[in-house]
Structure formats: structure tokens, C-alpha cells
């Protein structure tokens, strides 16, 4: 079994920045890929970034050249910098982990994170 657990979340003012991180524990020897999925009220589910085990990277269109995801394979953590931000990166951000890309980018995701927050107001 894996489990993900993310950290970083909050209130943040339009502009500024965030680090989330996703600290995975347990088998983590069969995930590929973990990624960032967020969604705001209303909203499709979407993915925001992610990283393979041997780093190659994924971001959406809205989020590039603005945010930064990151591993430290030592901490089994995989971190999202989250710079420049805008009122409509406000979403619940959820970690995710994936044994394949495609299952990554189709939501045939096995392992979940909690979620965590993250607010920017203008």
C-alpha cells in the first residue's frame, strides 16, 4: 500500500506563493508518476503538474512558467512551487500516484491524497 500525504496549502494574496508537498510513505517502489490535481467549486477536475521517477515534467497551459514541480527521491516528497499566483488557482489541490503516464493523464489514479486548500484572493 502507498499512502500520500500533502502539506503546504493556505491563504495566499494574488501575486504571491505557495509550496505544497506530497510526502509519500509504504510501497512506494510501484508508483511512476505523482502529480497534482486540483478542483474549484464547479469546476472539472484538472491536472495541474506532474513528475516521473526519472523527471521528466507535465503542467497544464494555465500554470507554465508559473509553477515548479519538484522531487526529492531521499524524502520520497514531490514538491509543486507555486508562483505568481491568481484568484483562479483557487481549488482543493490533491496529490495523486500513478504506475503509468496514461494512467496519470486518464485519472486511473491508485493512490490519493487527502487535499489540501489553497486560497488566493485579490
Known amino acids: 500500500q502507498v499512502q500520500l500525504v500533502e502539506s503546504g496549502g493556505g491563504l495566499v494574496q494574488a501575486g504571491g506563493s505557495l509550496r505544497l508537498s506530497c510526502a509519500a510513505s509504504g510501497s512506494t517502489f510501484s508508483i511512476y508518476v505523482i502529480g497534482w490535481y486540483r478542483q474549484a467549486p464547479g469546476k472539472q477536475r484538472e491536472l495541474v503538474a506532474a513528475i516521473s521517477r526519472d523527471n521528466s515534467t507535465k503542467y497544464t497551459d494555465s500554470v507554465k512558467g508559473r509553477f515548479t514541480i519538484s522531487r526529492d527521491n531521499a524524502k520520497n516528497t514531490v514538491y509543486l512551487h507555486m508562483n505568481s499566483l491568481k484568484v483562479e488557482d483557487t481549488a482543493v489541490y490533491r496529490c495523486?500516484?500513478?504506475?503509468?503516464?496514461?494512467?496519470?493523464?486518464?485519472?486511473?489514479?491508485?493512490?490519493w491524497g487527502q487535499g489540501t486548500q489553497v486560497t488566493v484572493s485579490s
Open positions: 495523486a500516484g500513478s504506475n503509468t503516464w496514461r494512467d496519470m493523464v486518464t485519472v486511473k489514479i491508485p493512490y
